[in-house]
């Protein structure tokens, strides 16, 4: 993945970053089959807790994130599939695996359920942790060698435009 669109000027944002990872985005403004299909990724999971600060733990507040997302997009007739919907990796339980084996079928499985549900569009959501507290604001890639690129880069820019805007109303 390449980082093709970031935006560092929203103030006072207490998280350093959003990463959403686009793909799969159809060239057409229609979906498919008369309904959008989105697939919302929440980063992490199970034993990969990904950035923690005190309290907040990645893998917790990407899933909630995610949920949050997903009633909106489901109040705008969107079909919304969750890769994972509790604290573990979208894996079966009972696997013991390495963890380079781990995070490689965790990340195939997130593949496999997008291509299952036929996804119009793939958003995984993660968050980013720094010592340094000047980091600020949004974080999206997107694939620039698929052949949908330029439909990602597009979207990326909406992404991080409507987090702005949204971010810029509530006044943080």
Do not use: C
């Amino acid at each position: 993945m390449s980082l093709r669109v970031r935006n560092t000027v929203i103030p006072n944002v207490v998280v350093a970053g959003v990463l959403a990872l686009a793909g799969a985005l159809m060239p057409t403004d229609t979906p498919r089959q008369g309904q959008w299909v989105v697939v919302l990724d929440p980063g992490h999971g199970g034993d990969e807790t990904g950035a923690v600060s005190g309290p907040l733990i990645e893998r917790d507040s990407n899933l909630d994130m995610a949920r949050r997302v997903e009633a909106i997009l489901a109040g705008r007739g969107v079909k919304v599939v969750l890769t994972r919907t509790g604290e573990d990796r979208p894996l079966p339980a009972a696997l013991t695996l390495a963890p380079e084996t781990a995070t490689f079928l965790d990340l195939q499985t997130r593949i496999a359920i997008a291509n299952s549900a036929r996804a119009d569009l793939f958003v995984s959501i993660h968050s980013n942790y720094w010592v340094d507290a000047q980091p600020r604001g949004l974080e999206v890639y997107y694939n620039p060698q698929r052949g949908f690129a330029e439909q990602s880069r597009e979207l990326a820019g909406d992404l991080i435009e409507g987090v702005a805007d949204s971010l810029r109303k509530i006044g943080r």
